[in-house]
């Protein structure tokens, strides 16, 4: 890989923030359940391999990272990555693996940052095999909470994802709802499995031991992921 220490779009400082995988609830939930669709795991997008490690601790999986970063793929090999392959422009550049190759992607924060997200929906459609899945996960820029304090503030980056971005770097610069989403999903040939977007429920301060309200929060996610959840997550199979 070329020498690239700072990707212009995603610094380095933004990546080593990035240290926490929250995505365990859910990836135990498909480990249990769809352990079989987990030999050849894709991560799509994997910056340092907080998330996509995950799969290779506990299945017998061959992870592949994709990521724009050198900085990244790096971070990812240490984590355990298999192997990891470098793409400049995620818009216009075909994925070095044959079609129907793949058993799962994980495709997780990646849409929001390009111009022409549907070209890599049908990458992964592509490299997916027929019945493979797909596990994607995007933020929710505009539940309830955060359309107030969009209201008042003017600010796009209503969840503080990029504290140092002004409005000339956000890396974000599309912006999802999840009937949207779903429709897109489906034109291209998936079908939705599951809805995950109830694990990540909106965070809202010294309500924690309020008795009740986590359980009321997770059904709201479920009803109306739209203005209950933080980010919508979904598992989908490619059917055709």
Known sequence: MADNPEFKYFS???LDRINENYMKPVFDEIISKY????NHVLDYGCGNGVFGS???EHTSCSLTGIDASTYALEQAIKSGYDQVIQLGDFCSQNV???DNSIDFVLC???LEHLLDPLFVLN?????????????????NHFPWVYRLKFLFTNDLD?????????????PHIRFFRLASLVNKLEERGFKILENYSDFFTLYLPKTGRIPGLTHLQKYLAAKTPD?????????????C
């Open 12 to 14: 380095n400082k933004d």
């Open 35 to 38: 352990d079989s669709h987990l």
């Open 54 to 56: 995950y799969f290779k």
């Open 96 to 98: 070095p693996l044959h």
């Open 108 to 110: 997780k924060d990646v």
């Open 123 to 139: 990458e992964i459609h592509r490299v997916l095999k027929i019945n493979g899945l797909l596990l994607l996960h995007i933020p």
């Open 158 to 170: 209503t969840q503080k994802y990029f504290p140092d971005a002004t409005d000339w770097d956000f």
């Open 227 to 239: 203005h209950f959840a933080a980010g919508f997550t979904l598992l989908c199979q490619k059917s």
